[in-house]
């Protein structure tokens, strides 16, 4: 089948770039008349069986793409028109003109797939879920939502968060796709039953999941949305490396909406041709380091920072987009979306300045206060070569360069998913 390949890329400690997303092409008559329903999309994975169900308790990209289309949200955001966001769950909203008080309407009519109705209490209770978190649940943006203070409910479609002081980005962590609501009944029941089970509202439900193998999702005839979703359901197939491109070139897949290096590209161009068209876009791939600050050394903010500054982000970008998916140098938002910060910001920020030798002088300086100058880490990283394992060979060499030695180990999602959680490893990416 022709094929269209998007390119995406980011940034976050380097840079994102990526080429992702490979769609059937439809000819250029049909694309303006009304999409047809039916098909099944088939796409490809290279990060392999999800760490768990439940997507409050991770950050896993293939958490987005096994888990959301089970799922509704609040809000989203509008990927065409990014940073914009849309309804979801909800239908209207408004927020006071001190960003203390947050109200959504949602749609009337939502039903998780087992045919009990979606209200405010679903809401409060899966928002309540990520905030304060009950005892042996561990969620991993309590903090996106602290400033929140009380959830109320006044009916059964409206749903007000009270904040504890005025937050205007908190839409977006209203829109943040991790953020599933569950169902209040099946939480007051096991508050761990969505690490084991997929009850969602979403287009699609859980039609199987084959560990190792594949994840397939089937079309919810009573989704609130009318004529949604087109597709009759879609499969995932567990794939990585050479055979995912394999797969791609030979048709056996349609889609690949993480990304693929630019040598695969140039690869799936010279194998189709014409059948393909590469479209590049920047996306949000943030690499990041995260250290465990029980332990020491990294208790200690001196430590964090010089190891922060030791990296030198905009040669990182150059070097590593010549064979990775990473390509630009940004902060929190997509490099040259309306909200993302200008390089003349960006190079005021610490670790982010263009004189790399000055800011290595200071990492070193920091290191001898803190009493760290001869400081032997574990970088703990995930599997995939790209670019997780790219930008974690960069940064350790990054290190050596202040004299800083590294051990690098890398682990599936499952186990870093874990490691990350229970906290067990000191640093990780």
Known sequence: MPQR???????????GGALGALLPRVPA???????????????????GDPPTYDTHSSNVLAMIELLTPHYSNLLKIDTEHYPTVIGDAAETWTISPDARVYRFRLHPNIRFHDGSPLTSEDVRASYDRIRNPPPGIV??????????GEIATPDALTVEFRLKQGNRS??????????????????????????????????????????????RGERFEGYFKPGLPYLDGFQVLFIQGPALINALQSGRTQAHFASVSPGDRDRLIQALGSKIVVE??????????????????????RVRRAL??????????????????????????????????????LVTLPGYGKDIEASRVA????????????????LLNRQHADPAVNSGVFIIDQWRRIGVE?????LNDTAWNTSINNGSRATCT
Not at 5 to 15: D, G, N, P, T
């Open 5 to 15: 390949i998007a390119r995406r890329s980011v940034a976050r400690l380097l840079a």
């Open 29 to 47: 008559a049909a694309a303006v008349e009304s999409p047809v329903r039916g098909r099944t999309l088939v796409f490809g994975l290279g990060m």
């Open 139 to 148: 969620s991993v943006r309590q903090g996106l939502l602290a400033d929140i």
């Open 170 to 215: 908190m839409l977006y962590a209203f829109a943040n796709p991790f953020n599933s609501i569950y169902c209040a009944a099946r939480l007051k029941e096991d508050p761990n039953f969505p690490a084991r089970h997929v009850l969602g509202s979403g287009p699609f439900r859980l039609a199987e999941h084959v560990a190792g193998s594949h994840w």
């Open 280 to 301: 590049e876009s920047p996306w949000l791939n943030g690499t990041t380091i995260v250290f465990n600050t029980r332990r020491k050394p990294f208790d200690d903010a």
């Open 308 to 345: 922060s500054l030791a990296i030198d982000r905009w040669a990182g970008a150059e070097a590593l987009r010549r064979f990775s998916i990473l390509h630009f140098t940004g902060a929190f938002l997509r490099p040259g979306s309306a909200l993302a910060a200008r390089e003349a910001d």
């Open 363 to 378: 990492a070193r300086r920091l290191l001898e206060e803190a009493g760290a100058a001869n400081l032997h880490l574990k």
């Open 406 to 410: 590294a051990d690098h180990q890398t």
